[in-house]
């Protein structure tokens, strides 16, 4: 039974942060088995935007194309979004139209699916960022109009209760 990873990410234009995060994610995950893995942005403005430089990336729906024609019948599809918003669920929507054609699909959720998942990505967090007592810390989110936009907050109280008073989060969007 041929198997596939589908990576989805909002995306980005920016190429040191394709090139040092989506693209090595998508590579970790080629190389850590024999699954095929395709990529796929929800952004049509990234999209657009990076096509006019001559970076070619799929929409979900090309992406769920091009794996239908390569036989493909139990897809993992991994998103890269931080909370359940609007991008993340026109991915759920766009998927839902495509679930017949395979035998077994499963979907991951964004990193900030529950609020619980808030305290749980403290260590992860804590572990790579290094936070320390002496400095102020500002960690920036997308954010969205969506009422997933919760999360921000909801980060920002786990970050308070763990102790680290000098860690925020700020989005672009409330």
Known sequence: MKRAILLVSFGTS???AREGSLENIRKDLEQSGKIPVYQAYTSGMIIRKLSSRGVFIDTV???LTRILENHVRRLYVLPTHMIPGIEYRKMLEILSGYKKYFEEMKVAGPVLNE???CARL?????????????CEYILMGHGTRDRSNIR???MNRAFEEAGLTNVHIASVAR
């Open 14 to 16: 920016y190429r040191d």
């Open 115 to 117: 609020k619980e998942d």
């Open 152 to 154: 921000y907050l909801q």
């Open 61 to 63: 729906d090309e992406a």
């Open 122 to 134: 403290l260590p992860c967090l804590q572990s790579v960022l290094k936070f320390e007592p002496q």
